[in-house]
């Protein structure tokens, strides 16, 4: 072989090595990536059809969906329980063609249901550590420290049996996190537990997993878990995702009426839309109308707007002005108190609609079957 020929093949070889290293530098960006995943069983097909769902590194993803929409079976089928069709990686490898057992170890799943051996607190969390091959001298401090962590530590030579079922929760949750898995998987991690602590839990769970970089996947019925832990969101309706968004983004532009409820969008008005020189003329119910210039994807049914888009428009308060404001009359219903803030049902026609204003916004002339004003900003209009 010539030395010219020995070279191409030596840049050949290189060229081959470094797409190589660049191939698996793609594929290792995903903590998890699948692609065409179904889920099928004898009474139902499609319990699971996600057409493209990945994960990175340090990522914090919310799973939100009705009964049944398939959340829990997307967990399990990440942790390789449950049988699937499709392409599915997990750290970077095909989960078909790897050691499961393996990958398994370097993710942890905390399933809805309190799951906990016939033995003690301590035992427990320590036997996951054990199933790892961890060494026998850095157990027991990692046990403590884990339950410390989750209020439990007093509850390390009690039996799990014995256990209260937020105490079991807590228990739970220190055994899916005391291996330091880079993938957490968790199913409403907050059932059970008292409503004092559950804002607690969660923000241990968020500190704990950014520490080590891990990325979570959170299921959770409860929104305020949500928002205090998710950066991202999908929405997962009869197994498929909906809408895959920042959780900023799916509350506030959520992509049909159905994600607008399941998230808690204080008003949803029907509404009809015509096109005109400058943009939009929007016509809602109770013949309240408003021009719009910003895109609009037709065709649409409703106008969504967060309760906190609303202003009270009155003499004693000083609406921050902004051009192309919005008016609408009406009577108010009812007066919810909360920390710092007040919802005010106002009836406009045979419309109710919900404001949610600063405390120090309500003047003396906002109470009870009193006439007010609300405006909002157009920009703050969303359409589905």
């Known amino acids: 072989m010539s030395k010219i020929t020995r070279l191409k093949s030596f840049v050949n070889l290189e060229s081959s090595a470094v797409a190589q290293q660049q191939n698996l530098g793609s594929i290792n960006q995903y903590v998890l990536n699948m692609r065409q995943v179904k889920v099928n069983s004898k009474t ?173 996947i959170l299921v959770s019925h409860n929104f305020t878990d949500i928002l205090h832990f998710a950066d991202r969101a999908i929405a997962l309706f009869d197994g498929c ?34 096109p005109n020189k400058h943009g939009y003329l929007i016509k809602l119910a109770n013949s309240i109308e408003f021009s719009y210039f910003g895109e609009v994807k037709t065709p649409i049914t409703a106008c969504c707007l967060s309760g906190d888009a609303f202003y009270i428009d009155d003499a004693s308060y000083s609406i921050p002005y902004q051009s192309g404001m919005v008016t609408i009359e009406g009577r108010v219903e009812r007066i919810v108190r909360g920390i710092g803030t007040r919802t005010i049902r106002v009836k406009v026609g045979e419309e109710t609609l919900t404001a949610r204003v600063p405390r120090s916004d309500i003047s003396d002339n906002v109470y009870h079957n009193a006439m007010i004003k609300l405006a909002f900003n157009p920009k703050d209009a969303h359409f589905v």
């Open 44 to 216: 139902r097909k499609n319990i699971l059809s996600i057409d493209n769902f990945a994960v990175r590194p340090g990522e914090l993803v919310a799973v939100l969906g009705p009964n049944g929409a398939g959340k829990s079976t997307l967990l399990r089928t990440i942790n390789m329980l449950q049988p699937y069709c499709g392409e599915m990686q997990l750290f970077g490898q095909d989960v078909r063609n790897a050691n499961q057992t393996l990958l398994r170890r370097r993710s942890a799943l905390v399933f809805q249901e309190t799951l906990l051996l016939d033995d003690t607190v301590f035992n427990n969390v320590a036997r996951v550590l054990q199933f790892r091959g961890v060494p026998k001298h850095q157990i027991k401090h990692r046990v403590y420290t884990v339950l410390e962590t989750f209020g439990c530590e007093h509850l390390a030579h009690r039996q799990a049996r014995a256990l209260s079922g937020g105490e079991g929760k807590r228990v739970c949750i220190a055994c899916g996190l005391v291996a330091d898995a880079e993938l957490l998987l968790l199913d409403e991690p907050s059932a059970s537990l008292d409503v004092a602590i559950r804002p607690q839990i969660i923000e241990k769970i968020r500190q704990w997993a950014q520490a080590r970089g891990a990325a979570v």
């Open 241 to 274: 995702i909906v809408q895959d968004d920042k959780l900023e983004t799916l509350i506030r532009r959520p992509a049909n009426q159905q994600i607008a409820r399941l998230v808690g969008m204080d008003n949803i008005i029907k509404c009809q839309l015509q």
